[in-house]
């Protein structure tokens, strides 16, 4: 059983099309990242949230930290193929501790 | 480049041998992490350093399994008589505060 449960599992569009992916849990996470990986190479942060309730933005992707700081979701807005990848999710308990990681979704943005 | 280097990237060894990684984290940062990646997983915990000390190792680490980071700097990972279940791709992150940047991993095949 994952402490961090994400889902979609997989995830198959159009490019053009918008895309959620959730990250959910019954624990409180000091924070949360959110990491893209490519097969055959190690995750790359896209970003972090710390505060309940935050939301941030890097260009078309949306991230959303849950008030009680136990839920998170990525939206993909007007998705591209170069957003195709494993979109993982990963929380730590306090500052500088072990990531604890979600299953991931692969996001497959067809052309 | 300054981030997390993993070496050696590809690693195909005999059931049976032991083998060694090594990762060099970003400079100053004070905190290393390994993780283990299997296929359609997301990684999972096995040890992390603050400066040279161990601070925690998980119960998937078996006593085959040894870490080290004997000058606060580099760290080396060793498996001892490898078996086919070790084959994974083995990740190391480091971190100062908050967030954990990884290196590109090294893919080890046990045969």
């Known amino acids: 059983t994952q402490l961090l449960e994400q889902s979609p599992q997989f995830l198959s569009i159009q490019e053009g099309e918008n895309l959620t992916v959730y990250c959910n849990s019954s624990?409180?996470?000091?924070?949360l990242q959110w990491y893209r990986q490519e097969p055959g190479e190690g995750p790359v942060l896209l970003v972090t949230v710390v505060t309940g309730g935050e939301v941030k933005k890097l260009k078309r992707l949306t991230f959303q930290f849950g008030d009680a700081r136990k839920d998170s979701s990525l939206h993909i807005t007007a998705a591209q193929t170069g957003d195709t990848g494993l979109y993982l999710c990963?929380?730590?308990?306090?500052?500088?501790?072990?990531?604890?990681f979600g299953g991931g979704t692969r996001v497959l943005v067809k052309p | 480049d300054t981030g997390v280097s993993q070496d050696p990237r590809h690693k195909i060894t005999k059931r049976g041998q032991n083998v060694t990684f090594r990762c060099d984290p970003i400079s100053e940062h004070n905190r290393l992490y390994w993780y283990r990646q299997t296929l359609g997983q997301g990684p999972e915990f096995l040890t992390y350093f603050q400066n040279e000390a161990q601070l925690e190792k998980s119960r998937l680490l078996s006593d085959r399994f040894s870490a080290e980071r004997p000058k606060g700097s580099f760290s080396t990972l060793e498996i001892q008589r490898t078996e086919q279940g070790d084959s994974a791709m083995y990740l190391c992150?480091?971190?100062?505060?908050?967030?954990?940047?990884f290196g590109q991993g090294t893919r080890l095949t046990v045969v």
């Open positions: 624990s409180v996470f000091s924070s």
């Open positions: 992150a480091s971190s100062y505060d908050t967030e954990a940047f």
């Open positions: 990963a929380g730590a308990k306090a500052a500088g501790n072990k990531l604890t």
